[in-house]
C-alpha cells in the first residue's frame, strides 16, 4: 500500500500531478494562522521575539520535516507488506523546486535509513510565502551564538553544560510532544542557567508539533523514527539564522551508533536518530540546496561515562542531573503500576541501563531515582518482557567481552560508517565495558 501526502502551506493551491497512490491525503501546515491540521504559529512567533528570521530554504526543510513526522507517525506499520516498511509519497510546496531536487536523491536515502520506509520526495513549485513573523524582536539573539539541540535527555544537559563552562553564548533547541519531553526540558534548563555566567547569553526556543490523531484517519505508530529529522531541522533553522556554521547533536557514541543487542533488533527496528551514516546524509543534503549549516555531534566517540567523568560543570551536573530524563519509556510505570509517578525512569529499558553504568562508571553511584531501582529484582531476572533488555544487554556486554576484536564487525551492522573505523569500534568496546560493569553480577532467566 502506497500512502501518498500533498502539503499546503497558508494560501498555497499549487497545481499537483496526482501521485500513483492508494490512498491521497491533503496536509495543511499553518504559520501564519493557526486554522490547519497543524499550526507552527507559536514557534513563529518565538522566532520573531528573539529577533530570528529563517531564510526560505530553513522554512522549507522544516515544513518537509513536519510532514514527514506526521507521516511516520499516523500511518500504521501493520498495513505494509512486511508488517513494517510503508511506502509514502510527499509533495511539497517550494520557491526552488529544481534545487530540493537535485537533493532528493540523498535526503530520500537519509529518511529510508532513518525510519526504514520507502520514501519519494516531489517538490512543486509555489510563490505562497509561508508566513513566519515578521514582528519586531522583544529580545534579539546574539548573531553567532553557539546552537545546540536540547532534548531534556542528560546528553544533550552535559552538552549544554560544557558549552556554558566555555562563557559562549548559547541557543538550545528544543521539540516535544507532550509532557514527558517538556517538562524535563524546563527543568533541565533552568539547572544550565543557574549555571551560567552572571553576563552570559543563553536561551532556549521550544517547538511543540504533534500530529492530530485524528489525521488521515489511519490509526498511529507512536515509535517516532522520524522524530530526529524534524528536531534536527529546527535547530538548523535557527543556526542558519543566526549565522552559526554548526549545529551541536550531543549524544553518546555506544547510543549513536545503537548496534543491534540481538539478531532480532534489527535494521530500524533500532532506532538510528544520530547514526553517523544518517547524519552524514543528511549533512549532504542540506549543504545541497545551499544551507550551510554543518551537523555535529561533539561526544560522538565517548561513552556516556565519559561524558560525565569528563563533563566541566560538575558540580552543576551532580545537582540537576537526577532531573533529565533518559528513559525509552517514561510513562510506562504509570500506566502499569497503580501509583507510579507521572515521569519517570523505568530502570530496566536500555536507555536506563546505559544511564545506570554510566554513573557507575563515572562517580561509583547514581542519584536518578527508577521505578525498578533493584537490578537484582525478580521482574528484571525473570523471563518475562520486564527483564529482556537487560538480558539483552548483557548477552551484547559479554559477547564483546570475550572476544574484544568482534566489535569492529558488529559497529557496521547498523550501517556503513564516516571516517575512521577503529574509533567506532573502540566507543563501542568501551561503552560495553561500561554495561559489563553494571550487569555482569546480574543472573537472567530466560533465552539470554
Given at each position: 500500500?502506497?500512502?501518498?501526502?500533498v502539503v499546503r502551506?497558508?494560501?498555497?493551491?499549487?497545481?499537483?500531478?496526482?501521485?500513483?497512490?492508494?490512498?491521497?491525503?491533503?496536509?495543511?501546515?499553518?504559520?501564519?494562522?493557526?486554522?490547519?491540521?497543524?499550526?507552527?504559529?507559536?514557534?513563529?512567533?518565538?522566532?520573531?521575539?528573539?529577533?530570528?528570521?529563517?531564510?526560505?530554504?530553513?522554512?522549507?526543510?522544516?515544513?518537509?520535516?513536519?510532514?514527514?513526522?506526521?507521516?511516520?507517525?499516523?500511518?500504521?506499520?501493520?498495513?505494509?507488506?512486511?508488517?513494517?516498511?510503508?511506502?509514502?509519497?510527499?509533495s511539497i510546496p517550494?520557491?526552488?523546486?529544481?534545487?530540493?531536487?537535485?537533493?532528493?536523491?540523498?535526503?530520500?536515502?537519509?529518511?529510508?535509513?532513518?525510519?526504514?520506509?520507502?520514501?519519494?520526495?516531489?517538490?512543486?513549485?509555489?510563490?505562497?510565502?509561508?508566513?513566519?513573523?515578521?514582528?519586531?524582536?522583544?529580545?534579539?539573539?546574539?548573531?553567532?551564538?553557539?546552537?545546540?539541540?536540547?532534548?531534556?535527555?542528560?546528553?544533550?544537559?552535559?552538552?549544554?553544560?560544557?558549552?556554558?563552562?566555555?562563557?559562549?553564548?548559547?541557543?538550545?533547541?528544543?521539540?516535544?510532544?507532550?509532557?514527558?519531553?517538556?517538562?524535563?526540558?524546563?527543568?533541565?534548563?533552568?539547572?544550565?542557567?543557574?549555571?551560567?555566567?552572571?553576563?552570559?547569553?543563553?536561551?532556549?526556543?521550544?517547538?511543540?508539533?504533534?500530529?492530530?490523531?485524528?489525521?488521515?484517519?489511519?490509526?498511529?505508530?507512536?515509535?517516532?523514527?522520524?522524530?530526529?529529522?524534524?528536531?534536527?531541522?529546527?535547530?538548523?533553522?535557527?543556526?542558519?539564522?543566526?549565522?552559526?556554521?554548526?549545529?551541536?547533536?550531543?549524544?553518546?557514541?555506544?547510543?549513536?551508533?545503537?548496534?543491534?543487542?540481538?539478531?532480532?533488533?534489527?535494521?530500524?527496528?533500532?532506532?538510528?536518530?544520530?547514526?553517523?551514516?544518517?547524519?552524514?546524509?543528511?549533512?549532504?543534503?542540506?549543504?545541497?540546496?545551499?544551507?550551510?549549516?554543518?551537523?555535529?555531534?561533539?561526544?560522538?566517540?565517548?561513552?556516556?561515562?565519559?561524558?560525565?567523568?569528563?563533563?566541566?560543570?560538575?558540580?552543576?551536573?551532580?545537582?540537576?542531573?537526577?532531573?533529565?530524563?533518559?528513559?525509552?519509556?517514561?510513562?510506562?510505570?504509570?500506566?502499569?503500576?497503580?501509583?507510579?509517578?507521572?515521569?519517570?525512569?523505568?530502570?530496566?529499558?536500555?536507555?536506563?541501563?546505559?544511564?545506570?553504568?554510566?554513573?557507575?562508571?563515572?562517580?561509583?553511584?547514581?542519584?536518578?531515582?527508577?521505578?525498578?531501582?533493584?537490578?537484582?529484582?525478580?521482574?528484571?531476572?525473570?523471563?518475562?518482557?520486564?527483564?529482556?533488555?537487560?538480558?539483552?544487554?548483557?548477552?551484547?556486554?559479554?559477547?564483546?567481552?570475550?572476544?574484544?576484536?568482534?566489535?569492529?564487525?558488529?559497529?557496521?551492522?547498523?550501517?556503513?560508517?564516516?571516517?575512521?573505523?577503529?574509533?567506532?569500534?573502540?566507543?563501542?568496546?568501551?561503552?560495553?565495558?561500561?554495561?559489563w560493569s553494571l550487569?555482569?553480577?546480574?543472573?537472567?532467566?530466560?533465552?539470554?
Amino acid at each position: 500500500m502506497t500512502h501518498g501526502i500533498v502539503v499546503r502551506v497558508g494560501a498555497d493551491t499549487s497545481p499537483v500531478t496526482s501521485p500513483a497512490v492508494d490512498s491521497l491525503h491533503e496536509l495543511r501546515i499553518g504559520i501564519g494562522t493557526d486554522e490547519s491540521d497543524i499550526s507552527l504559529r507559536g514557534f513563529s512567533r518565538t522566532l520573531a521575539e528573539n529577533g530570528i528570521t529563517p531564510s526560505r530554504f530553513a522554512q522549507e526543510l522544516l515544513v518537509l520535516a513536519t510532514a514527514i513526522f506526521t507521516a511516520d507517525t499516523r500511518f500504521r506499520r501493520d498495513a505494509g507488506d512486511d508488517g513494517w516498511t510503508r511506502r509514502i509519497t510527499v509533495s511539497i510546496p517550494s520557491h526552488h523546486p529544481a534545487t530540493w531536487t537535485a537533493a532528493q536523491p540523498t535526503l530520500e536515502r537519509a529518511l529510508r535509513f532513518l525510519t526504514g520506509d520507502l520514501w519519494t520526495l516531489h517538490f512543486r513549485h509555489s510563490n505562497v510565502a509561508f508566513g513566519f513573523s515578521d514582528e519586531i524582536a522583544r529580545d534579539a539573539t546574539p548573531h553567532g551564538s553557539r546552537v545546540a539541540l536540547f532534548s531534556g535527555g542528560l546528553d544533550s544537559f552535559v552538552g549544554a553544560l560544557d558549552i556554558v563552562g566555555q562563557r559562549e553564548p548559547l541557543v538550545l533547541v528544543s521539540h516535544y510532544t507532550d509532557g514527558s519531553a517538556s517538562v524535563p526540558q524546563e527543568t533541565a534548563f533552568s539547572h544550565v542557567l543557574a549555571a551560567k555566567d552572571e553576563e552570559q547569553f543563553v536561551s532556549k526556543l521550544q517547538a511543540r508539533i504533534v500530529a492530530p490523531n485524528s489525521i488521515f484517519g489511519n490509526g498511529n505508530d507512536d515509535r517516532q523514527r522520524s522524530r530526529s529529522f524534524l528536531f534536527i531541522a529546527l535547530g538548523v533553522l535557527v543556526a542558519e539564522a543566526l549565522g552559526t556554521a554548526e549545529l551541536l547533536v550531543p549524544e553518546n557514541g555506544l547510543i549513536s551508533l545503537n548496534v543491534p543487542l540481538t539478531d532480532l533488533r534489527v535494521g530500524s527496528y533500532s532506532t538510528r536518530t544520530t547514526h553517523p551514516h544518517y547524519m552524514s546524509l543528511l549533512s549532504e543534503s542540506i549543504a545541497a540546496v545551499g544551507i550551510a549549516v554543518a551537523l555535529r555531534n561533539p561526544y560522538q566517540f565517548k561513552t556516556k561515562g565519559e561524558m560525565l567523568a569528563e563533563c566541566g560543570q560538575q558540580d552543576g551536573l551532580m545537582q540537576a542531573s537526577s532531573d533529565t530524563m533518559s528513559c525509552a519509556h517514561p510513562t510506562s510505570s504509570r500506566w502499569r503500576y497503580k501509583g507510579a509517578p507521572s515521569f519517570v525512569h523505568c530502570g530496566r529499558c536500555t536507555a536506563c541501563l546505559i544511564r545506570r553504568a554510566a554513573f557507575h562508571r563515572a562517580f561509583g553511584n547514581d542519584v536518578t531515582t527508577y521505578f525498578l531501582q533493584d537490578l537484582l529484582s525478580k521482574e528484571l531476572r525473570s523471563d518475562q518482557a520486564d527483564g529482556q533488555d537487560i538480558r539483552a544487554v548483557r548477552m551484547a556486554a559479554r559477547r564483546v567481552i570475550d572476544d574484544p576484536g568482534i566489535a569492529e564487525y558488529l559497529v557496521l551492522k547498523p550501517g556503513p560508517l564516516p571516517g575512521n573505523h577503529n574509533q567506532y569500534a573502540e566507543v563501542y568496546r568501551r561503552g560495553m565495558d561500561e554495561l559489563w560493569s553494571l550487569v555482569k553480577d546480574v543472573r537472567t532467566r530466560g533465552r539470554f
